[in-house]
């Protein structure tokens, strides 16, 4: 089973600066065949489903604004918010979908400093 | 609009049983492979279940193997979540969610809001 691993466990940030949340899984979710990595960013509000932000470790989802990114391959990964807003207040989650089970990170809680 | 609805969730005592619905609409659900994911209160997301579009193939958490049974009635628009023998670590939200695109392993796009399982004597 793939175990990913986030860090830190929690983070607070000022408004307007930068966040950095990262991700690492215990073998590559890089599929050779197609040069993808299986790796996905969710944000999760309070009492709120978790949404989807970054799929294929960098591709920004439809109306996910452009401060959030994804970057990584292999077994390393980063989500980057680069200008941290209000409602940007949440916990965020990589998750691979490599294989299954399909496994989440524990978690990364972004506040506001 | 995509749409998913859980619902059954409630207080069941430890080795009861319970089944959970995910009703869909705004999408083809005979198209896509569906998932369940849940969470203990406080704590972060566990995949549980998944099932191919058509029915035919299914996997499990090492956890819930052997106790849940994931099903889906596509003439219903609707997933299902068998869930006998339960104990207290089931306690959680129970999301379903549907996997982007006709493809078997790739990423969830689109959850439901969660049902409540309470797991307690």
């Known amino acids: 089973d793939i175990v990913m691993t986030q860090s830190p466990d929690s983070l607070a940030v000022s408004l307007g600066e930068r966040a950095t949340i990262n991700c690492k899984s215990s073998?590559?979710?890089?599929?050779?065949?197609?040069?993808?990595?299986?790796l996905g960013w969710y944000q999760q509000k309070p009492g709120q489903p978790p949404k989807l932000l970054i799929y294929w470790a960098s591709t920004r989802e439809s109306g996910v604004p452009d401060r959030f990114s994804g970057s990584g391959s292999g077994t390393d990964f980063t989500l980057t918010i680069s200008s941290l807003q209000a409602e940007d207040v949440a916990v965020y989650y990589c998750?691979?979908?490599?294989?299954?089970?399909?496994?989440f990170g524990q978690g990364t809680k972004l506040e506001i400093k | 609009e995509v749409q998913l609805v859980e619902s059954g969730g409630g207080l069941v005592q430890p080795g009861g049983s319970l089944r959970l619905s995910c009703a869909a609409s705004g999408f083809t659900f005979s198209s896509y492979w569906m998932h369940w994911v849940r969470q203990a209160p406080g704590k972060g997301l566990v995949w549980v279940s998944r099932?191919?579009?058509?029915?035919?193939?299914?996997s499990y958490a090492d956890s819930v193997k052997g106790r849940f049974t994931i099903s889906r009635d596509n003439a219903k628009n609707t997933l299902y979540l068998q869930m006998t023998s339960l104990r207290a670590e089931d306690t959680a939200v129970y999301y379903c969610a549907r996997v982007a695109g006709a493809y078997v392993n790739n990423y969830f796009d689109y959850w439901g809001q969660g049902t409540l399982v309470t797991v307690s004597s």
């Open positions: 073998q590559s979710v890089l599929y050779s065949s197609n040069n993808k990595n299986f």
């Open positions: 998750q691979q979908y490599y294989s299954t089970p399909y496994s």
């Open positions: 099932i191919s579009s058509d029915g035919s193939s299914t």
